[in-house]
């Protein structure tokens, strides 16, 4: 099977979260990166969830590490959990980021900037 299509949401004004992604270990998820996403994750149970890196994707630059190593969070049941997926060092070939999971109970959702201004709420007067 085919890793899951995690939903996105560009985060707005008028923004609905959308119903996360259930991930499985046999397939975890995946999502188009555009290098700004923030990865929610939800957790039914304890669980690792791994993004892994790129070797071909890290830069070679004197101010990063020169091991980047795949992003590690470990979640406890009820737990929520926001993952920055800020460089192309996690973005496969397929331009696609993956996400993989040690159990079953994990949901996803990965929220973008969104082209309007989220605003104020104005003062009555």
Request: hydrophobic share 45%; net charge neutral; no cysteine.
């Amino acid at each position: 099977m085919a890793r899951a299509n995690i939903v996105s949401l560009s985060v707005g004004r008028a923004s609905v979260e959308p119903t996360p992604t259930a991930l499985t270990v046999a397939n975890g998820g995946s999502f188009v990166a555009d290098g700004s996403e923030i990865l929610k994750l939800s957790a039914t149970g304890t669980v690792t969830v791994t993004i892994p890196t790129v070797a071909g994707n890290i830069p070679a630059m004197d101010t990063i590490p020169a091991v980047i190593r795949d992003r590690v969070v470990t979640l406890s049941a009820g737990q929520t959990h926001y993952v920055r997926v800020e460089n192309g060092s996690f973005v496969q070939p397929t331009g696609v980021v993956h996400v993989d999971v040690s159990a079953a109970g994990v949901s996803a959702v990965v929220l973008r900037r969104g082209l309007v201004d989220v605003g104020y709420a104005p003062v009555a007067g």
